[in-house]
């Protein structure tokens, strides 16, 4: 399913790094501080922009499809049958989807962060006049490490809460199939607002530790 995902996620990166480009270089041209778009799009898309855009798009696709998994084996019973042979519905059903979402989510925030630099430095040449060499150059020298690594760790912390309010919407879910449709829906909401509120909590958590 995360692989599914890897178009979409491109190239609504893309596109984004491109608008961002665009309405950086517009203000920073006034200044002839062009080459600081190149550092905004980067540390932005790397930290902020690449695990928000990834973690809407999967909240939308996985979170959804497990509350709908789980809550469709609720109804026709499955999960109880899991339960009558011995075996425990949270680590057959829930704990590999977890683990599988915590995992994929980092290397999908990466493919996003590619796709959004792409996209800026194929708007940064026409616009402001920056070569794809120059730009290549400005990143490697300007985006550090560690807001790369702050990027990928907000991905799996994401994925995780993400898996987690899928399948407990699903494993809850009322037993028929109108039930199933609003937990499917409402697990979309819970999981935009849930990566929203701990984006949040990791800004201020970031700016205390300096970072």
């Known amino acids: ?24 270089g517009l203000q920073a041209e006034k200044y002839g501080a062009s080459i600081f778009v190149v550092d905004a799009v980067a540390i932005g898309s790397a930290r902020e922009l690449a695990p ?83 730009f290549i150059e400005r990143v490697h020298s300007q985006l550090a490490l560690r807001h790369l690594v702050i990027g990928l760790a907000k991905g799996a912390v994401f994925g995780a809460a993400i898996a987690l309010i899928g399948c407990r919407a699903g494993m809850t879910v009322g037993r028929d199939a109108r039930s199933i449709g609003i937990a499917t829906t409402s697990t979309v909401v819970r999981c935009i607002v849930a990566v929203i509120v701990l984006d949040a909590f990791f800004a201020v958590l970031l700016q205390q530790v300096r970072l």
Not at 2 to 22: D, F, H, K, M, N
Not at 79 to 92: E, F, H, K, N, R
């Open 1 to 24: 399913m995360s692989i599914e995902a890897i178009p979409v996620v491109a190239l609504v990166s893309a596109l984004i790094g491109t608008v961002l480009a665009y309405l950086f």
């Open 52 to 134: 928000l855009l990834v973690a809407v798009i999967v909240a939308g696709r996985s979170g959804a499809a497990f509350t709908a998994q789980l809550g469709t084996m609720r109804l026709t019973e499955e999960i109880d049958a899991l339960s009558t042979l011995g075996l425990s519905p949270m680590q057959v059903l829930v704990l590999p989807r977890v683990l599988a979402l915590t995992a994929s989510l980092p290397l999908l925030v990466f493919v996003g962060d590619v796709a959004a630099l792409a996209g800026a430095m194929a708007a940064s040449g026409p616009l402001l006049g920056i070569t794809p060499a120059v």
